[in-house]
């Protein structure tokens, strides 16, 4: 007895529609892979904008600031022996933000450039070090003359700085224009009072006026003292601020160039 084998005609419409859904649903997996590329294209770009507009301020205020303090320090070099200061630090460090900035701001749009995401990394570790080195130099050295704060804000070595400096009023400029600089901007006079001179400056008067026989009443140790130490805390808080700063974009820095290298 024959077996017979019957086959099934296939229908045409089966073999028609089954395919065209395999292409459809591959269609549908690119898409929504391309949309989620997109959206961590956008969200890259972003956060690097974000950086590039940190490290533009950041730049800008350790400029300003280095500036300001160097500015404001020309009288005080001339009777301290200012060898190391906070501001030295703090202008190299400011100045290389800024090719950061550029760096970061050419590409938070532009994928191909992500291979320049390494030289962000190299300037952000060479800022944050200066600053940190900075921060360690303010804090151990301040003017020279390693200025502490005791109970009556007096310190021997800065005394004698100005006691030199005082008698050799007369007989060099530079320490007069010091000395005239501080007793009028700090309205102080002498190094403990106005009796530290043999004749009273014209700086030590109000309005440059000494005919009016009214002089500043405060000496220009203690004075001096805390100006040291307050401008030395300044520049040292602002260091450690925009050293916590610089760590947070290298760390973004860092980890969009690790997920680049991995795609």
């Known amino acids: 007895m024959r077996s017979v084998i019957m086959l099934k005609k296939a229908n045409s419409a089966d073999s028609w529609v089954l395919p065209w859904y395999m292409k459809k649903r591959k269609r549908s997996i690119v898409i929504v892979e391309s949309q989620e590329q997109d959206k961590y294209d956008k969200a890259v770009s972003f956060i690097l904008c974000f950086a590039s507009v940190l490290l533009l301020a950041a730049g800008i205020t350790l400029i300003s600031l280095s500036i300001w303090s160097l500015v404001k320090k020309i009288p005080y070099q001339y009777l301290l022996d200012i060898k190391v200061d906070t501001a030295y630090f703090m202008l190299p460090a400011g100045l290389l933000l800024l090719p950061g900035f550029w760096v970061a701001a ?98 030590c008067c109000l309005n440059y006026d000494c005919n009016t026989n009214i002089t500043y009443g405060d000496g220009c140790l203690d004075t001096l003292s805390r100006d040291l130490v307050w401008h030395k805390n300044f520049l040292v808080s602002h260091c450690y601020m925009f050293s916590v700063v610089q760590l947070a974009v290298l760390i973004i820095a860092c980890s969009v160039y690790i997920c680049h290298r991995k795609k």
């Open 106 to 203: 050419s590409i938070h749009n532009n994928s191909p450039q992500y291979k320049f995401l390494h030289l962000l990394v190299v300037l952000l570790l060479a800022s944050s070090s200066l600053l940190i080195i900075g921060s360690y130099f303010g804090i151990m050295y301040t003017g020279g003359a390693n200025v502490t704060l005791t109970s009556s804000l007096e310190n021997q070595e800065l005394r004698e700085v100005l006691t030199v400096t005082l008698y050799e009023y007369k007989r060099k400029s530079l320490y007069k224009y010091a000395w005239d600089t501080i007793q009028y901007k700090m309205e102080c006079c002498g190094i403990d009072n106005s009796t530290d001179w043999d004749i009273i400056p014209d700086s």
